[in-house]
């Protein structure tokens, strides 16, 4: 019997010994193309941007071929490029033109190169990897599984739900972080099904881009977290302010004045990878996990509580190992504070209890998703990144004063448990990892699953690095370059 279709590894291209010219021009005339245009817009030099982009495209194309499988894989791979070719711009000017670059300096330098960082995010980093994703994909012929209804109905429907966390913010103080920038709307009513038709196009458009990516629901929080970013450089800073009929802003100014939606992104981005890949999660148990020959050894039951206790205890272990760090930066004090007259030791015992039950939603998102070590760390550092700015930047706030606080000066107040955070998910990821690669050892033992988890493998290039790269660089670069 062949395996459902719902599982079926999506191979990648062939990689022949010749090369692909045709990719390889497209990538080096989009990659010009883009530095030209984000060159226009930043007011940087045409003739720099323009060959950077070019040869961006060029390395790009070489480095990565075969691996931008699908729009969204090569999406995410130009993600992750597009900053890092950000990063090498000042060592590229060193070496070509001998220009200085003090390392005094460094931070007003970076926050005058942030209208770079825009251009090389929105017009070539991504334009590039989308186009040799859909390159890949055409030229694979691997198109004939993809299930538009499916995408455009769960991508939508994501998107709708993951907006609903804002409605106390909308319905009360006028903000809407997704809109953020727009421009006045006519009433108040308008604006809220703005926001929400804003939502639903990128939760459809993350359908239509990811189908093929979402595996389990912890990557899809990436993968979700990731593209609800691009789409803060891309609408916030373009496309609402030509809508609007205002002049193009990508200064660090402007940035410092839109970072209370970037971190509105982030919180509706994991909620859209998850709520779109729980639709994938319940396809396969109900059409694929059914079937005889594909059905897991063990229950879903059973899954369930396994993630939960080894989850619980490698979140109990990173909060212990941070905990001398969250001391340090305050953050065991501001937890006891909620108990009037209460001893800092209750600080410490409520650090360790949330810290087990963050761990356990760990255990829960990325069971299976990774049986290599330097994978789970990455997965480790997005996962304790993306709680920083869930915790101690909102639902903190939101016990001690009823308001979340997205200001760039709260950021950097809280910047010194960032590191903490970070700790805590490498620890956490660890810990998980050993309790699962333990036990799969002993479930490969039969050679039935053996089988089953061979068949389950996507023989894929993940752009998990580059997501990684995309997102922990980001999260921690903008608080402290715009606080």
């Given amino acids: 019997m062949p395996i459902p279709e719902a599982q079926t590894p999506s191979l990648p291209a062939a990689r022949g010994s010749g090369i692909d010219w045709v990719e390889i021009l497209l990538a080096i005339a989009v990659g010009a193309a883009g530095g030209a245009l984000a060159a226009a817009i930043g007011h940087s030099s045409i003739a720099r941007l ?10 790009f194309a070489l480095a990565l071929r075969g691996k931008a499988t699908s729009p969204g894989a090569g ?69 004939g599984g993809f299930h538009w209804g499916r995408a455009i109905v769960a991508g939508g429907a994501a998107g709708v739900i993951a907006a609903l966390i804002f409605t106390r913010w909308m319905y009360k103080g006028d903000f809407y972080p997704l809109i953020y920038g727009f421009g ?43 593209y609800s970013m691009f789409w803060w450089f891309l609408a916030h800073f373009t496309l609402f302010p030509l809508a609007a009929g205002a002049r193009v802003d990508w200064s660090s100014d402007r940035a410092s004045r839109l970072f209370g939606p970037i971190i509105g992104h982030i919180l509706f981005g994991l909620i859209l990878g998850i709520i779109y890949a729980g639709v994938d999660v319940v396809w396969t148990r109900l059409f694929v996990d059914s079937d005889p020959l594909n059905r ?25 190992v941070s905990l001398p760090l969250m001391m340090h930066a305050g953050m065991i004090g501001r937890l006891a504070g909620h108990g009037a ?24 998102l990325f069971r299976g998703e990774t049986s290599n070590v330097v994978f789970g760390s990455l997965w480790g550092l997005l996962f304790g990144l993306i709680w920083w700015y869930a915790g101690p930047m909102t639902l903190l706030p939101i016990l001690r004063t009823g308001e979340c606080d997205w200001t760039p000066e709260a950021a950097a107040a809280h910047l010194p448990s960032l590191v903490g955070h970070l700790l805590f998910g490498l620890v956490t990821a660890n810990v998980f990892l050993a309790f699962e690669r333990r ?19 996507r023989p894929v290039a993940t752009p998990a690095p580059a997501l990684c790269l995309f997102v922990i660089g980001l999260g921690v670069l903008l608080p402290i370059l715009l606080s």
């Fill in 184 to 226: 006045r709307l006519e009433s108040h009513s308008g604006a809220v099904v703005f926001h929400f038709f804003v939502a639903c196009l990128i939760g459809t458009t993350f359908g239509l881009l990811f189908q093929r990516d979402v595996r389990n629901l912890g990557s899809a929080m990436g993968w979700g977290v990731a």
């Fill in 75 to 143: 999406m995410i791979w130009g993600l992750g490029a597009g900053y890092m070719l950000w990063m090498v711009l000042p060592a590229l000017a060193v070496i070509l033109h001998g220009a200085g670059y003090s390392t005094d300096a460094m931070l007003g330098e970076s926050r005058a190169r942030f209208p770079e960082l825009v251009g090389c995010i929105t017009c070539i980093g991504a334009p590039v990897g989308f186009c040799l994703g859909v390159w890949g994909t055409v030229r694979s012929k691997s198109a």
């Fill in 296 to 320: 897991k050894r063990q229950g879903p039951g059973v899954n369930f509580l396994l993630a939960l206790g080894w989850g619980s205890a490698a979140g109990f272990s990173g909060g212990l």
């Fill in 50 to 59: 323009g060959s950077a982009g070019a040869a961006f495209g060029l390395v």
């Fill in 439 to 457: 036990y799969r050892s002993w479930l490969l033992e039969d050679p039935r699953y053996a089988a089953l988890e061979k068949r389950r493998t």
């Fill in 341 to 364: 007259g209460l001893h800092p030791v209750f600080g410490v015992c409520l650090h360790l209890a949330v810290s087990t039950f963050i761990g356990a939603s760990y255990g829960l």
